[in-house]
């Protein structure tokens, strides 16, 4: 349980660094499924992800690990010993933002070819989450690269939650 929760404190740092101290809380009620999960995603009229004030924010990370399960296949894709190493390099240089060119530009100009299509998939399904929950497409898709090292960092703390998360999350 310490590996998920360290797990969850470091991707949680990735999304949005306010919500470490609640993350093994919040990956425990994720995994837990049912009511527990429903909960983390409520939202009222006046929610802003990421906002403050009471009944104002909303938690990103119930956000990305929804991203993360619907993508499973691909994150264990890019996970596996074979591809992780190759994965690794290719986020990091989108990470490299001192650049001109935008990380999603990048993205758009990899082959489709492994250990790309897994990485494409998972960007994009994290992505939407992230959009779904409000968050404007740039800030989005910088959360979801973020999140995709910190996924690629601890592939043995990724591959558990995803396992624990069962087939259909």
């Not at 890019?78 to 290719?90: F, M, R």
């Not at 492994?114 to 992230?130: C, M, N, Q, S, W």
């Amino acid at each position: 349980m310490e590996q998920l929760n360290n797990w969850a404190i470091n991707l949680a740092a990735a999304a949005d660094p306010s919500e470490t101290d609640l993350a093994p809380d919040i990956v425990a009620a994720y995994l837990e499924g049912g009511e527990s999960r429903a909960e983390l995603f409520i939202q009222t009229d006046t929610s802003i992800a990421g906002g403050y004030g009471p009944g104002s924010a909303i938690a990103l990370l119930p956000w990305v690990l929804r991203g993360i399960t619907t993508a499973a296949k691909w994150v264990l894709t890019l996970i596996s010993d074979d591809e992780t190493g190759n994965a690794v390099g290719v986020v990091k240089d989108l990470l490299d933002i001192r650049k001109e060119v935008t990380p999603k530009e990048k993205l758009e100009k990899l082959p489709e070819t492994a250990p790309y299509t897994a990485l494409k998939r998972v960007i994009d399904t994290v992505g939407t989450e992230l959009r779904t929950a409000g968050i404007e497409a740039n800030e989005a898709d910088l959360i979801t690269f973020r999140v995709l090292n910190s996924l690629l960092e601890d592939p043995q703390g990724t591959a558990k939650f995803i396992e624990q998360s069962g087939p259909n999350p």
